[in-house]
């Protein structure tokens, strides 16, 4: 009856104590002689509030928690690539300095997750910025102040900073220097950010919150593009005032023509239509495949028109979502509908278009314009899904009806109209 | 697996490649999915061999057969491009159901044959039974050896720098510890004995009041039961009732220099202690000790933390002071040492000490 598992090589080992949470990997320990210390080798240490079980009389999770983060960092041998911590019962304490001194100090660390509390901030020290290996850096409530000789992490490949205090240019000169970096996320800064953003390698962006001001100078290689905009509803009057001709669709996409993706939440589509119209783009969105769009206000001509000039960009278009915003008015007076004429290109043919989703439509004239675009224009659409808002549902029928005759240039296009 | 019945369906169309197993049997499987492990098409592109039966690829010492055919129908799955995620992620889950020591020699075969994704599957599954269990149940699973010494055991997060102190402490640890136990046992024993008693109290009461010299008896045996009764109550109380004798016995050990147990005695750790002690040394090496003390209550873990950090501070200072304080009966020290004397069950030494 000889052991099956002790003595598979190191690495497995690793693999598989890696695999298991914290609290079972240390306590392998007790198995054997030879376990003794095969857990204090793992280089990956992820700790949440599961490490510590039950409470001991006297003692908070958040004090347990942090005994034993730093014991397992002092009973650890041999390098540490990613530590982890992630639980909403840790807040800023003064142990949180010492494991990152700790890290900083053997700077091997290239996974970096802090996710703590939310009640505080937690002030990073500036120690982390000597971690030179890091590749992978995730901050959540805490605040940062690079120093100002910092040169950057030069292996950073992804930065994610939730709810993090730091100023403006000090997040522009992290993210211009750092050249590998191809995923970034930014959300829910305290003040609304205005910044812009250099990011020659950058493919991946993630953008929530409400920012005033965003300027993508320098995305060559941006392919994904993400964004969840929040808006008060005054900043669109203050917007209009400041930026007069600064049209926010051309600062923010102009310099991104090689997106593959595109996903505007919340009040994106009113961000992009803020300042004047571009008229028709001059670069082309070859590789845009996706694009969705949400809370798009079909009675805002200007909308409408970032709408228009974003997909009459995107030849090769394969999907597209659109959800109505919500109408004040159910039969709004038809305004510019020779827009759609007016402005696209004129024989304007979608050779990928297949899969066309709207929702919340109210069949007001813009939407139905749209509708009617696309239906003329897509030459291998194959669904078109259809979903009517809730309010002004004696609308519908008329609806249905107008969308019977609109002509179809694709010969297998469904229209799927969902009743909820 | 005979290449008899492979010659009968059109061998050259598929072109084969020649493995031996550690055992020396050779077999031929089919080049693309051999070629799915990163090991095997290696020696294939860099070495030219496995072309042939005289040129068979040696496989490294960990494949054997049976579980070269276990691998071999995992790439032969994988290696087919138009499988879906849901369908590859299927197969997975029911491969991956054997035997714990098939598992534990798959991965093993797997991560010689440099095949990640299978290491990496066999691997999940391998935390996936370890997590959540007991130490026992994971040594018993994968047949570990239970070799760690008690003290080991109890603090399994000892300091690495191996500190005698620290090393003795532990023994004394482990010691009360399994005497607590005992002693927890002895009192379940001693609940069905109480029935007992009580019925001998009777009878006693009946003798002493028919008075008769058997009451001398009586009494003692009432105090022998007391002190077994509470042990839980304070195992140091306890100690005090029958430790003269104790004491007295250590002395005579120690001056008889039958000091085999009584290892705090020893002159030549002594010193090495006085020597090696800076004072920063905390007994209470607790870590996560809430899961290693499962059938300690509360109540006797505190004693024993206090009994342990009082003998740390007693380490401290000098050691020929102590023995003189010990040989002079000094209440507090007395109640530790007698544990060592006789090992095990502390009652045991009540018994055979009680000279009265």
């Known amino acids: 009856m000889d052991d099956l598992i002790s003595d598979l090589p190191q690495s497995i080992l690793e693999s598989i104590l890696t695999r298991l949470p914290i609290r079972d990997a240390v306590k392998t320990s007790i198995l054997s002689r030879k376990w003794r210390y095969k857990w204090a080798s793992i280089t990956e240490l992820v700790f949440d509030g599961e490490c510590v079980s039950s409470l001991h009389e006297g003692s908070t999770i958040e004090g347990s928690l942090v005994k034993f983060i730093t014991r397992v960092l002092f009973l650890h041998q041999g390098p540490i690539h990613k530590f982890q911590v992630s639980t909403c019962y840790l807040h800023s304490c003064p142990d949180i300095d010492q494991w990152i001194l700790f890290l900083s100090r053997s700077s091997d660390v290239r996974e970096l997750i802090l996710k703590l509390g ?64 191809e995923n970034l996320a930014l959300s829910y800064f305290d003040d609304s950010l205005a910044i812009t953003i250099r990011a020659p390698n950058l493919k991946h962006l993630y953008l929530e919150g409400d920012f005033a001001d965003i300027f993508l100078e320098n995305t060559p290689l941006l392919c994904n593009l993400s964004v969840v905009m929040y808006m008060a509803d005054d900043m669109a009057e203050q917007f209009e005032l400041e930026q007069s001709s600064n049209c926010n669709f051309v600062k923010f996409l102009s310099h991104a023509p090689r997106l593959e993706s595109l996903a505007g939440r919340a009040y994106f589509a009113k961000y992009l239509s803020i300042g004047d119209d571009p008229g028709p783009l001059s670069i082309t969105f070859d590789h845009l495949k996706i694009i969705e769009l949400c809370e798009v206000s079909f009675e805002d001509m200007k909308e409408v028109l970032v709408l228009l000039r974003l997909i009459t960009s995107s030849p090769n278009l394969e999907e597209l979502r659109i959800s109505a915003g919500a109408n004040t008015s159910p039969a709004g007076a038809p305004d510019s509908l020779d827009i759609w004429e007016r ?34 224009s897509s030459l291998v659409l194959k669904t078109m899904t259809i979903s009517p808002s809730t309010y002004f549902k004696h609308n519908r029928m008329d609806m249905l009806i107008e969308l019977l005759r609109f002509r179809r240039a694709s010969s297998e296009a469904e229209i799927i109209f969902l009743q909820e | 697996m005979s290449e008899g019945a492979m010659a009968v369906v059109k061998p050259e169309m598929k072109s084969y490649i020649w493995l031996q197993t550690a055992d020396g049997s050779i077999q031929q499987v089919e080049e693309e999915v051999a070629m799915f492990c990163p090991m095997i098409c290696r020696e294939v592109v860099q070495t030219g061999m496995g072309s042939s039966k005289n040129y068979a690829i040696v496989l490294p010492q960990r494949v054997n057969p049976p579980i070269l055919g276990l691998i071999l129908d995992y790439c032969r799955f994988h290696q087919i491009p138009g499988r879906s995620n849901k369908e590859r992620k299927t197969f997975d889950e029911k491969f991956i159901r054997m035997d714990t020591k098939k598992l534990c020699e798959l991965t093993s075969a797997a991560d010689s044959l440099q095949l990640k994704p299978l290491v990496d599957l066999t691997s999940r599954a391998l935390a996936r039974i370890i997590e959540g269990k007991t130490p026992e149940e994971i040594r018993e699973t994968f047949h570990l050896p239970d070799d760690l010494t008690e003290e080991e055991k109890l603090e399994p997060l000892r300091n690495i720098t191996d500190d005698p102190r620290i090393r003795l402490l532990n023994r004394l640890y482990a010691r009360k510890r399994k005497e607590l136990k005992e002693r927890e046992k002895l009192k379940t024993v001693e609940a069905e004995e109480e029935r007992v008693d009580e019925r001998s109290a009777d009878d006693l009461l009946s003798y002493i009041n028919s008075g008769d010299g058997k009451g001398v008896r009586a009494n003692k045996s009432k105090k022998k039961n007391r002190r077994r009764k509470d042990p839980s109550k304070d195992a140091l109380s306890n100690k005090v009732n029958g430790d003269h004798d104790e004491v007295e016995a250590v002395s005579t050990a120690c001056s008889h220099g039958e000091a085999k147990d009584l290892e705090v005695a020893s002159p030549h750790k002594a010193s090495k202690l006085r020597d090696s002690f800076i004072g920063t040394f905390s007994p209470k090496l607790e870590f996560d000790d809430g899961d290693m003390d499962d059938d300690l209550d509360p109540a006797m873990r505190e004693e024993l933390d206090r009994e342990v950090e009082d003998f740390a501070r007693r380490l401290n200072s000098d050691w020929p002071e102590r023995m003189q304080e010990l040989l002079c009966l000094g209440p507090p020290e007395s109640k530790l040492l007698p544990v060592h004397i006789n090992g095990t069950s502390s009652s045991c030494a009540c018994i055979s000490l009680d000279r009265r």
């Not at chain 1, 971690?131 to 805490?142: D, M, P, R, V």
């Not at chain 1, 403006?168 to 993210?175: F, G, P, V």
């Not at chain 1, 004129?346 to 239906?375: C, N, R, S, Y």
């Open chain 1, 118 to 181: 939310e009640a505080e901030w937690v002030r990073i020290p500036s120690c982390l910025f000597s971690c030179k290996k890091l590749t992978h850096l995730e901050l959540s409530s805490c605040e940062l102040d690079p120093p100002p000789r910092f040169k950057g992490f030069l292996c950073l490949r992804s930065l994610s900073l939730y709810r993090v205090l730091v100023a403006a240019d000090a997040i522009e000169n992290l993210i211009w220097n750092c050249p590998l970096l």
């Open chain 1, 343 to 376: 402005e696209c290109p004129a024989d304007w043919t979608f050779k990928q278009l297949k899969v066309v989703k709207m929702t919340d439509v109210d069949g007001i004239p813009h939407e139905m314009e749209l509708l009617k675009f696309l239906l003329g």
